[in-house]
């Protein structure tokens, strides 16, 4: 079952997102050679509690992080740690709030500097991919709509998608129904209905699908160890445009 939620619910979940779309911003202006992954941890753990808020990250299932940080390779779940960023590295920082009971979860690619062009254009197509993804989540379309949406992009580019980890439901708890793959055929899996909350992230590799996860139990990596790319948002689906709940202050559109 998918949840939908109410008009107070929704505005719980507003309330929620927007708070931590502020986060990932500002977290995202601390990337630059020499920070450490924990160095970000921190930082973005005192944001989260000035915000009201607890990360619903730390602690999940053991994961020591209150966000996750996974640098080059690196695809999710990456444990902050004392790695400094260097020149040229992408950094995907996934960020979570619980915020009066109710969880937001958004995610984003973020060079370190320069990047090599070609990383520069994973990025740029991970992002298209995410936005064609939620132009789809609209009351009358189906879930496959927005995971075929993204595939198409994605494929067409000649990148690969993460097929082992997916998007989801997201609201009272961190992940809810349903799995939203980042493939998928139009016009297939549940109808969707205004109301409904939904974590949208492509996880985009150029290389092969492929992933596998490090010895800490919780890095994710691509296998061939080529960079993998990563944007997300909680997105609220309306009987009209999608509502983006995780828009950072200075999106506009
Ligand atoms: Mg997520």
Redesign the pocket.
Known sequence: MIAIRNAAEIEAMRRSGRALGVILQRLSALVRPGVTTRDLDEVAARMIREAGGKSPFYNYRGFPGHICSSVNDGVIHGIPGPRKLLYGDVVKL?V?IILGGWVS?T?VSVPVGAVRPEIDALLAKTQEALTLGIAQARAGNRLGDISAAIGNCVFAAGYTVVEDFV??G?GRQ??EEPQIANFGKRGSGPLLKAGMTL?I?PMVNMGGKKVKVLQDKWTVVTADGHPSAHF?HTVLVTDGEPEILTRPLTMTA
Do not use: F, N, R, S
Request: net charge negative.
């Open positions: 996934d979570g979860d995610a998007g989801h997201v961190l992940h974590a992230e997300e």
